[in-house]
């Protein structure tokens, strides 16, 4: 610690300073102003080994004769301040106890888990790995075990405790909530951020979709993470020649687009936003499989739009899609309902307009901007999932089928490997052994004189399962890819006793390989070609094969970068790369190898 001379400036009062305009300039801190700093001279609660500490009046106390960076300052200031927002020492005339060591540590863990979030400063020791669980599970845990070495000192005050409980003597004013303001002060904070990222300054006059968007921040737990994330394009043009009535969603790439000439009122603004943040974050566009997708669509707006009613989110637009004789039912078996007048259905509007889908797959054209999607499943899935948590603590339970949906979500999806699997178990029946006690099996030491059967090899000729391979042999295709994909369906195969499969290359031309030994397959296989892309005719090849059996199914192996593919009559699949995808809608299951 620096030495103390009588009128000397303090060494670290620069970088306090700094480390307080950080924090102004910070977009999710510059709002929480928890308290304030303590005038007073050599103030008897200054940590003199630490940074800062703060009491339950509100109070900072800030050691300048620390030597710290102004990083290091600002993570200090924002970790005592949050020590106030989370209520571990909350104004009162009569102050709970000191809390004891186990305790003061897992709340500044909780404090720091926070802060690495909003990724404020920079912490003054190095970065362990924050413990998961909430403060009293860890106390208690450390209270038993020991508190771990590299967090006994990760507040600010150092080894020292830097939330200190004092009596709350104001007659005049009552005990402020700390808890109450900083909950005011983080809604304002991430309303901005908001308001920013829709392309809207600050102190410019607030839109009507803006505002219904800024309510799920503040007011709807269920989508206020996914609202946080999703930007709103209000553009007439855009609107114009994408064809969109009122709304429509792009979940890949984050994206409601709004007609800002669709003329509605804030609750009816409500109503569409989480209409569409709810095809987003239940992957409608991506589960319509088989479907037809605009029948697809209409179903999940049928669903949607059922679910929002009987939650009370805003007020329905008129001319949109509801019937409460669907109520209860899941959007599959809507369309299996609708799905048998499609005359009638084809004329039904959805948000975008009348038979056209609100749920885009493909990104809007924009002049001279080159779009990319995201995968963004695992933000959806625990946006949702946190999001039913705390919209039953704060505004009750939630419609039967859209909490059936949610849950499904908790369930990690499986592995490509897996599903591949799963569809060789379906499609390809293992070679069950036969035994026969025409010819005995040598008898056991420990029981002789029990005769059992052997191992039937049979004479005559047996047809052995089998399956076809198409493989894209284009020069786009990724060796990855190729070895990945076929070192897992040799390894099926072996499993299910296939013992060859059938392989056709394809690039500019299709090349019959012939029956392949499933080892060869998953070994250093010869690949021919490495020119265009061109899949039907090797799938025509084997279609028509009079040797190939015609309930073989067909693994389609490709980077997507082909034709239109039509399957007739038989099982098959596609194997894609990671980020790959499909010009045109399958039929048969898609596999994405990671």
């Known amino acids: 610690m620096a030495v103390r001379r009588a009128g000397s400036e303090p060494p670290g009062a620069a970088a306090l300073l700094k480390g307080f305009e950080i924090l102004a300039k910070h977009p999710g801190f510059r709002h929480i102003k928890l308290g304030q700093r303590c005038a007073k001279p050599g103030c008897e609660r200054t940590p ?18 620390s030597r710290a960076e102004s990083e290091e300052w600002a993570w200090a200031i924002a970790h005592a301040q ?14 709970d106890p000191a809390p004891d060591a186990a305790l003061a540590a897992a709340r500044c863990v909780v404090v720091n888990r926070f802060l690495e979030g909003f990724k404020v400063g920079a912490a003054p020791f190095d970065h362990p790995n924050w413990p998961e669980g909430d403060e009293q599970a860890l106390a208690q845990l450390w209270r038993v075990a020991g508190i771990p070495a590299d967090l ?23 005990a402020p909530d700390w808890t109450e303001l900083f909950a005011e002060e983080l809604t304002r904070a991430v309303s901005e951020s908001i308001v920013i990222a829709s392309g809207r300054e600050a102190g410019g006059r607030k839109r009507v979709w803006d505002a ?27 609107a114009r020649s994408a064809r969109i009535s009122i709304a429509a969603v792009d979940a890949a790439l984050g994206e409601i687009y709004v007609n800002p000439l669709a003329g509605l009122s804030e609750a009816q603004w409500r109503f569409v936003l989480a209409h569409e943040m709810l095809h987003a974050a239940l992957r409608h566009g991506d589960r319509v499989g088989g479907r037809d997708p605009y029948l697809w669509n209409v179903a999940c707006d049928y669903v949607v739009n059922g679910w929002l009613i009987e939650l009370a989110v805003g007020a329905m637009p008129d001319g949109l899609l509801h019937d409460p004789e669907l109520a209860g039912c899941s959007a ?20 975008r307009g009348r038979g056209l889908g609100d749920v885009l797959t493909e990104p809007l054209p924009r002049p001279g901007e080159a779009v990319e999607g995201v995968d963004l499943d695992e933000f959806y899935r625990r946006a949702l999932i946190d999001g039913r948590t705390y919209h039953e603590a704060r505004r009750g339970l939630l419609p039967a089928g859209l909490e059936a949906e949610i849950k499904a979500l908790e369930q990690p999806p499986l592995p ?23 010819r005995a099996s040598r008898r056991q030491s420990s029981s002789p004189d029990i005769p059992r ?38 390894a099926y195969a072996l499993a299910h006793d296939v013992p060859a499969a059938r392989v056709v290359y394809c690039d500019a031309a299709a090349y019959d390989a012939g029956y392949l030994p499933v080892e060869q397959i998953g070994g250093r296989l010869r690949v021919r070609g490495r020119g265009g892309t061109r899949l039907q005719p090797g799938i025509d090849l084997l279609l028509r094969a009079p040797d190939f059996p015609a309930e073989a199914p067909l693994l389609v192996i490709t980077d997507g970068f082909c034709e239109p593919l039509t399957v007739r009559a038989r ?7 990671k980020g790959g995808k499909l010009s045109f809608s399958p039929r048969g299951e898609v596999f994405t190898v990671r």
């Not at 003199?48 to 004769?65: K, Q, Y």
């Open 48 to 65: 003199t080994r630490g940074l800062a500490s703060v009491n339950s009046n509100g109070f900072l106390h800030v050691n300048p004769w």
């Open 82 to 95: 949050l020590h106030l927002g989370l209520g571990h020492i909350p104004a009162a005339a009569e102050p």
């Open 152 to 174: 006994a000192a990760c507040g600010s005050a150092g080894p020292g405790l830097d939330h200190i409980q004092v009596a709350y003597k104001n007659p005049y004013e009552p």
């Open 212 to 238: 219904a968007l800024e309510w799920f921040v503040s007011s709807f737990p269920l989508l206020g993470a996914i609202a946080a994330r999703l930007t709103i394009v209000a553009d007439v043009e855009l």
């Open 332 to 351: 599959e078996q809507v369309y299996d309902r609708i799905a048998k007048d499609l005359r009638r259905l084809r004329k039904l509007s959805t948000l």
């Open 416 to 438: 490509w490997d897996a599903r591949l699997a799963r569809w060789f178990d379906e499609h390809i029946a293992a070679d069950l052994p036969r035994r026969s006690y025409a």
């Open 453 to 490: 059967p052997g191992r039937l090899v049979p004479t005559e000729a047996v047809p052995r399962n089998t399956f076809g391979v198409v493989l894209d042999t284009s020069a786009s295709m990724d060796a990855r890819l190729l070895g990945k994909g076929l070192g897992a369906i040799a």
């Open 571 to 577: 099982e098959h699949a596609y194997l894609l790369p």
